[in-house]
């Protein structure tokens, strides 16, 4: 089945800085890749998503960038904010087989001081 | 989107006790899916609910554990059996749309904790 491994567990930047969280996916029939944000006692929620015939999307300040090849995508926030921080899950899916049924990576807990 | 309503939002049961938690959606979808997160951890699918058939279960969760119904396109419930402390989790219902549109949308989520 599908493996997702998510790099870093851990994100401390200050206000203002970038941050990029990093994930590959094992299956090469993934071919839909979201990231959800997870604020404390919360539920996950979508911030961005990428199909695997999109190389990059970008919404604001957040962006991801998607490499089929190497099987790996990434999460970019720009000028982050206080309010960004939170714990950020990367998925994938193979939607022609089993829309909406997700892997998740590992999360990312991100700190954003300002 | 799809807004889901998912209860009890937290409980505390006693070892050996069964909980069944409730997933309502408020429009008909056909795939409906369990998760579980344990704490500090990431979400792990538990098993696809099938309307009209049985549920589909990943590799370590089985059916006397964590039996599932589906008895329309809006409604599932999954009940957590014969607990113990290590079930003590996030439980979280998800659906996604169609394969047109597949965000997946999660309910609030059930809290659980196994004395």
């Known amino acids: 089945g599908e493996n997702v491994e998510q790099h870093p567990s851990t994100l401390s930047v200050q206000e203002g800085d970038s941050a990029v969280i990093k994930c590959t996916y094992s299956?090469?029939?993934?071919?839909?890749f979201p990231w959800y944000k997870q604020e404390l006692g919360k539920r996950p929620q979508l911030i961005i998503d990428?199909?695997?015939?999109?190389g990059e999307k970008k919404d604001q300040r957040i962006a991801v960038t998607l490499n089929k090849t190497a099987k790996h995508f990434s999460l970019h926030i720009t000028e982050t904010q206080p309010e960004d921080s939170a714990v950020y899950f990367c998925?994938?899916?193979?939607?022609?087989?089993?829309?909406?049924?997700?892997?998740f990576g590992q999360g990312t807990i991100l700190t954003v001081h300002p | 989107s799809a807004v889901i309503s998912q209860k009890p939002s937290r409980d505390i049961c006693q070892r050996g006790t069964s909980l069944t938690i409730q997933c309502q959606v408020d429009?008909?979808?056909?795939?409906m899916f369990w998760y579980r997160q344990q704490p500090g951890q990431s979400l792990t699918l538990i098993a696809t609910?099938?309307?009209?058939?049985?549920?589909?279960?990943e590799s370590g969760f089985v059916i006397d554990k964590f039996p599932i119904s589906r008895p329309n396109l809006t409604f599932s419930t999954l009940t957590v059996s014969n607990m113990s402390p290590e079930d003590s989790s996030i439980y979280l219902c998800?659906?996604?749309?169609?394969?047109?549109?597949?965000?997946?949308?999660f309910g609030q989520g059930t809290r659980l904790t196994v004395v």
């Open positions: 998800s659906v996604a749309g169609d394969v047109m549109n597949t965000e997946a949308f």
């Open positions: 299956d090469s029939a993934s071919n839909y």
């Open positions: 990428i199909r695997s015939n999109v």
């Open positions: 998925a994938a899916s193979i939607t022609w087989t089993s829309y909406g049924k997700l892997t």
């Open positions: 429009s008909q979808v056909t795939m």
């Open positions: 609910a099938n309307q009209g058939s049985e549920a589909t279960y």
